[in-house]
């Protein structure tokens, strides 16, 4: 009998967004997304450059993936064209938390594209049955990703611990309520 096969992220689906885990040939895809300058206004304050991209990648994969609990980060895909990526990962290594994100090209705003794909991680999030809370944050001049937050039902916590981002919060029990 074979080693047993790892475990990978399933795929997800919404109403326009196909959602896919992210793997290593998708590099040129996050160089492209972290090289627009408008993407990268609230999180660097200037466009990434390719080798800022690949050390960012390889600690997101490495360290915030947990793909045997269905954690990790998605590609995501509208008829074929990528989004971004959207992300319900493990958080500072606490079992019973999750930080959910996403990261969309400019082409992808303003039209519910990231909060379909950030309901879809809360929703994988809560499938793992310790989790308890969902974290998320954002720069406090982002608009835009603070509307999705709240259309997900998360409430501001305040200031974050990172530079000039707002935490956000949705409970288990909240959420079931």
């Given at each position: 009998?074979?080693?047993?096969?790892?475990?990978?992220?399933?795929?997800?689906?919404t109403e326009r967004v196909e959602l896919r885990a992210v793997?290593?040939?998708?590099?040129?895809?996050?160089?492209?997304?972290?090289?627009?300058?408008?993407?990268?206004?609230?999180?660097?304050?200037?466009?990434?450059?390719?080798?800022?991209?690949?050390?960012?990648?390889?600690?997101?994969?490495?360290?915030?993936?947990?793909?045997?609990?269905?954690?990790?980060?998605?590609?995501?895909?509208?008829?074929?064209?990528?989004?971004?990526?959207?992300?319900?990962?493990?958080?500072?290594?606490?079992?019973?938390?999750?930080?959910?994100?996403?990261?969309?090209?400019?082409?992808?705003?303003?039209?519910?594209?990231?909060?379909?794909?950030?309901?879809?991680?809360?929703?994988?999030?809560?499938?793992?049955?310790?989790?308890?809370?969902?974290?998320?944050?954002?720069?406090?001049?982002?608009?835009?990703?603070?509307?999705?937050?709240?259309?997900?039902?998360?409430?501001?916590?305040?200031?974050?611990?990172?530079?000039?981002?707002?935490?956000?919060?949705?409970?288990?029990?909240?959420?079931?309520?």
């Open positions: 009998m074979g080693s047993p096969e790892p475990p990978f992220l399933p795929a997800l689906f793997q290593a040939t998708d590099l040129h895809l996050m160089v492209a997304l972290n090289a627009d300058p408008r993407v990268m206004t609230y999180i660097r304050g200037r466009a990434a450059t390719a080798e800022e991209t690949r050390v960012e990648w390889r600690r997101r994969l490495e360290r915030q993936s947990d793909p045997a609990r269905g954690l990790g980060y998605w590609a995501g895909f509208e008829q074929g064209t990528f989004l971004g990526w959207w992300s319900a990962s493990s958080f500072e290594g606490r079992p019973e938390i999750s930080g959910i994100g996403h990261r969309l090209f400019a082409s992808a705003w303003g039209r519910g594209l990231a909060t379909e794909g950030a309901r879809a991680m809360v929703a994988q999030a809560f499938g793992c049955p310790d989790i308890q809370r969902v974290l998320a944050s954002t720069n406090a001049a982002n608009a835009g990703s603070q509307r999705v937050l709240e259309k997900l039902g998360m409430t501001p916590l305040g200031a974050s611990p990172q530079k000039d981002d707002v935490r956000y919060e949705l409970s288990r029990a909240s959420r079931a309520g």
